[in-house]
């Protein structure tokens, strides 16, 4: 496994894409797969995932590419996708709770062991299997079980809050889902899920393309 502090977080985020693909083709069809397929099959620059690749893999070969089994384990391993690590999730409300549901996180390291509330008619149930405890049980749980990720599913106002008890329980990677920004010592990662900007992003690309349609037929009525 190299060195995930020697690549771009751009990068970062661009594997997980190759991977699928990757994971997509016939097993049976496809046992080389070249950087420029994956660019052309996901509309990238070619040259961008053969820096991407060269990353994660010294193992493509000259007029073939790499071998995607390889290739696979390759990424797997550089994402710790090979490895689980145990989370907890800190808010149990109607996401917080989804996330507990989702048995697909294993596939990509991460394994949630536990979750955290305040609403005392929820705590001590069960959400498939994951139990919820009270947040004054967390810093005992976290140090007992080596915690180090912590997901954050609170309203915006209870955030900081939460942010901070996760980092005073020794975790060293928050996923935070609220929409707010938090502030962390230096050697905290936060990876930060804004669905509102993602939303807005969305809306913009579906107003632009709209326009362009309704500029399109006003075009072909001009014509007739």
Same mark, same amino acid.
């Given at each position: ?24 083709? #016939? ?5 080389? !797969?070249?950087? $420029?397929?994956?660019?052309? &099959?996901?509309?990238?620059?070619? /040259? ?7 990353? !994660?893999?010294?193992?493509?070969? #000259? =007029? ?20 689980? *690590?145990? &989370?907890?999730?800190?808010? +149990? ?20 062991? &536990? ?7 929820? /705590?001590? $149930?069960?959400?498939?299997? =994951? ?14 079980? =080596? ?6 599913? /609170? ?24 929409? !707010?920004?938090?502030?962390? #010592?230096?050697?905290?990662? /936060?990876?930060?899920? *804004? ?7 969305? +809306? ?7 326009? =362009? ?12």
């Amino acid at each position: 496994m190299m060195n995930p502090k020697a690549i771009s977080k751009q990068t970062l985020l661009r594997l997980p894409s190759y991977l699928s693909y990757l994971k997509s083709l #016939p097993k049976d069809e496809c046992e080389y !797969v070249s950087a $420029t397929t994956i660019a052309v &099959a996901l509309g990238l620059n070619d /040259v961008q995932v053969r820096k991407d690749l060269a990353c !994660v893999s010294k193992k493509g070969r #000259p =007029k073939l590419g790499y071998v995607a089994e390889e290739l696979i384990r390759d990424i797997e391993s550089f994402l710790g996708y090979d490895a689980l *690590n145990d &989370a907890i999730i800190v808010g +149990s409300g109607r996401l917080g709770g989804a996330l507990l549901s989702y048995d697909g996180f294993k596939e990509y390291g991460l394994n949630i062991v &536990a979750a955290f509330d305040v609403d005392e008619s929820i /705590v001590g $149930t069960e959400i498939c299997g =994951k139990k919820i405890f009270p947040l004054n049980k967390m810093k005992e749980l976290c140090q007992r079980m =080596k915690i180090r990720i912590g997901i954050i599913t /609170v309203p915006a106002h209870s955030a900081q809050k939460v942010c901070d008890m996760l980092v005073e329980s020794g975790i060293n990677a928050i996923w935070n889902f609220a929409p !707010v920004h938090l502030k962390v #010592p230096d050697n905290i990662l /936060v990876q930060q899920e *804004n669905m509102a900007a993602s939303l807005a992003v969305l +809306s913009a690309h579906l107003a632009e393309a709209i326009k =362009k349609n309704e500029i399109g037929k006003g075009d072909e009525e001009n014509d007739k």
